[in-house]
Every structure is written in structure tokens, then in C-alpha cells.
């Protein structure tokens, strides 16, 4: 198991090493203005492939590894779906490029970043299909090459200072590789077409959607921050933000694997309610002996690290970058939190914390953002976890107290 998540974890740091690459050499060598539409691209097309997604990627891993001789039956009916999704997702996206006028300059740029998006998307399926099968070496191995590619892309583009649809090409012909690459192992493990019912194809959509929300409503959080500030904003103030948000990224994602390696964990100890509850305290106190430090030196070390990475051209956004680095305890206590309701199978009390935050999290990103821009949206990020963690908090607490009453009325019986 250790080795299977090593494997995971590797290759989607190397992937997310690679993409900050692209971010940083498109601000450093096409400007602020197009650092901000890049991310606004991707942010809008990101929550649109989630919407797509509906949960696939992780009904595929538990389809799959219940019963992998049935491989090409369910890989067949996920990937209708995923495609019919896709399409619906896209041409919703396209109308909402039209109404909000998007420029004709703008959609090769928006094309190609939407196609390798959605392309990615795929990409994360086929990984999911790997995972099942408990053939985890590939993915590594698959992801590294994809690193290497975008890597030589990047140093490519800016000792020949090509223009930007050079490099949107190269990543996507990069995203493509991937593709080709895991379809290819899948084949060699036994993936061929199958044919498969409509009915099949809605049940399967149907189970994938209770997971689907949760991480839609997740997305929708963390990439809805520059969607709205690209509706209130120009393109630079964007290109700032993107900039400082760079590293809270790195953030979500490290918190994202250390929730997986906390679920596991936890749900070893499933069976055990004092032991659960004893590792799930030693783990909330590690997250803010480590978190709350590291949170204060980051915002602390902001400005030099901003101008090193990205150039004195982004002075804007080192009050953004500071503000977003309080908000790291509160991201991984919430990482530990979702761990915790997932191996409770409490995935209801997860869903309406993260609906409720989400909606909390839009207005405050349109009426801050309007307020002071780039730094009001790094302020409501903080907020936004701070309201998430004190209703784990709660809930968590008040889940205590009933198993305490529960325990003493069974003392008194």
C-alpha cells in the first residue's frame, strides 16, 4: 500500500511542479494581463470538467477493484458517460463565453486550454482504472514522462521566446502523450470496448453523483475564487492573484494526499471507536504544531519569495499571498475533518458543510473582491476555511457528546 501511494503521490507532484512552471514562465515572459486570463481559462474550464467528471473517476476505482474481470464492462460505461458529460459541459461553458462576450483573440488561447483540460480529465480516469487494478507503477512512470515533456517545453518557450499558442500547443500535445500512454497499459492489461446498456450507463451515473457533489462543491470553491475575480476584475488584477495563489495550490494539493493517507489510516481503525477517536486527536494536534508555524513563516517570507519566483512586475499580489498563507491550518484541519466523515460514512454532514461554505465562499469572493480586489479574495479564502473548520468543530463535538450520552444510558440500563 505504502508503495502504491508513493507511486500516486509522486507522479501528481511532478505534474503540479511542471503546471506551476508553465504559470510561472507565462507571467514572467507574456506579462500580468496574460497570467490572469491563462488562470481564468483554466479556472472556468477546470469547474466545468469537474461538473463532467460527477464522481467517475472514484466510482471507477471502487467498480473496478471490487470486481476487476469486469474491467471492460465498466471502463466501457464510464467513459460513454464521461463523454456525454463532457459534451454537455462544454457546450454549457462555450454558451457562457458567448453571453459574457468573450473576445474572438481569446478562443484559439480558450480552446486549446479547454480541450487539454478535459483531455486531463480523461487522463485522470484512465489513472483511476490503473489504481483499481493495483498497477499503480505505471502511473508514475506514465506522469513522469508527461513532466519531463512540460519541463522541456517550458525551458523550450523561453530561451526561443516562442509565442503563446506555441506553448499552449506543446502542453497539450503533452496532455495527449499521457493519454496515449495510460490507454495503452489498460489494453495490455485487458481493457478492450464492451458493449454496454443506457441503463447500465445511468446507473452508473446515478452512484457517482453523491461523491461527485461533494468534490464538485470542493472545486467550485477553490477555482470559483478566480472565476469571479475574472468577472470583476481586468486581467492583471487576475494575473496578481493567480501569482500569489500559486502556492496555496501546492497547499490544497499536499493537504489532499495527506487526507488519503489520514482515510486510510482511519479506516483501519474503524472497528475500534477509542482508538479512531485517539489517532484522530493525535493528528489534529500534529496538523497544528506543524501547520500554524509554517502558516505565520510563509506569510511572513511572501514578499521575497513572489518577487524571486515571478519578477518585480508582481508586487500586487504579495499582500494576497500573505493573507491566503493564514489560511493553512484551517485547510488541513479540514483535510483531517473530510478524512474523518468519510471513514464515519458520514458523507451527508460533509456535503452540506462543503454547500454551505461554497455559497459563503461566492458572496464573499464577489463583495470582497469588488471591495479590494485581489487581496479581499485571499481574505475570504481564510474566511472560508475558518467557517469550515468551526462547523467540523461543531458538528464534531456534538457527535461526541451523543456517543457520551449513548455510553452512559447503556451503564445505566
Request: aromatic fraction near 8%; charge should be positive; glycine fraction near 6%.
Amino acid at each position: 500500500m505504502k508503495k502504491n501511494l508513493a507511486n500516486v503521490v509522486g507522479g501528481e507532484l511532478l505534474l503540479r511542479v511542471a503546471n506551476a512552471a508553465v504559470a510561472v514562465l507565462v507571467g514572467r515572459v507574456y506579462g500580468v494581463g496574460v497570467l490572469g486570463t491563462y488562470a481564468a481559462i483554466i479556472a472556468a474550464a477546470t469547474l466545468a470538467e469537474r461538473l463532467a467528471d460527477n464522481g467517475l473517476e472514484l466510482t471507477a476505482i471502487t467498480e473496478v477493484s471490487h470486481s476487476p474481470e469486469s474491467l471492460s464492462d465498466v471502463a466501457t460505461a464510464l467513459y460513454i458517460d464521461k463523454t456525454a458529460l463532457s459534451l454537455v459541459a462544454a457546450g454549457l461553458l462555450a454558451l457562457a463565453a458567448c453571453m459574457l462576450g468573450y473576445s474572438q483573440s481569446l478562443r484559439p488561447t480558450a480552446v486549446i486550454l479547454t480541450i487539454r483540460t478535459f483531455l486531463y480529465s480523461y487522463c485522470r480516469l484512465n489513472a483511476g482504472l490503473l489504481k483499481a487494478l493495483d498497477n499503480t507503477k505505471h502511473i508514475v512512470r506514465i506522469q513522469a514522462v508527461h513532466f519531463l515533456l512540460l519541463i522541456l517545453s517550458v525551458l523550450a518557450i523561453y530561451l526561443r521566446r516562442q509565442n503563446l499558442r506555441v506553448l499552449l500547443l506543446c502542453l497539450l500535445g503533452a496532455q495527449t502523450v499521457e493519454f496515449l500512454m495510460a490507454s495503452g497499459v489498460l489494453s495490455k492489461l485487458g481493457l478492450r470496448r464492451s458493449v454496454t446498456s443506457l441503463a447500465a450507463c445511468w446507473n452508473m451515473i446515478r452512484r457517482s453523483t453523491p461523491v461527485g457533489l461533494t468534490y464538485t462543491l470542493s472545486t467550485l470553491m477553490l477555482r470559483g475564487d478566480v472565476v469571479v475575480l475574472s468577472m470583476i476584475a481586468s486581467p492583471e488584477e487576475v494575473g496578481t492573484f493567480a501569482a500569489a495563489n500559486t502556492a496555496l495550490v501546492f497547499a490544497y494539493v499536499i493537504a489532499w494526499l495527506f487526507s488519503g493517507v489520514l482515510l486510510s489510516d482511519l479506516g483501519n481503525l474503524s472497528h475500534d471507536r477509542e482508538a479512531f477517536d485517539s489517532h484522530f486527536r493525535k493528528c489534529l494536534k500534529l496538523v497544528l504544531i506543524f501547520a500554524v508555524p509554517a502558516s505565520l513563516a510563509s506569510a511572513l517570507l511572501a514578499r521575497p519569495a513572489i518577487l524571486f519566483v515571478f519578477g518585480r512586475n508582481y508586487e500586487g499580489a504579495v499582500l494576497p499571498g500573505a493573507l491566503m498563507m493564514l489560511a493553512l491550518p484551517f485547510i488541513f484541519l479540514n483535510a483531517a475533518f473530510l478524512s474523518r466523515t468519510v471513514a464515519r460514512n458520514a458523507t451527508r454532514m460533509s456535503l452540506a458543510i462543503y454547500g454551505f461554505a461554497a455559497v459563503v465562499s461566492l458572496l464573499l469572493n464577489y463583495s470582497l473582491g469588488r471591495w479590494n480586489g485581489a487581496a479581499g479574495i485571499a481574505g475570504s479564502i481564510v474566511i472560508r476555511e475558518a467557517v469550515m473548520t468551526l462547523l467540523f468543530v461543531r458538528f464534531w463535538n456534538s457527535r461526541q457528546r451523543e456517543t457520551e450520552l449513548e455510553v452512559a444510558e447503556l451503564m445505566n440500563a
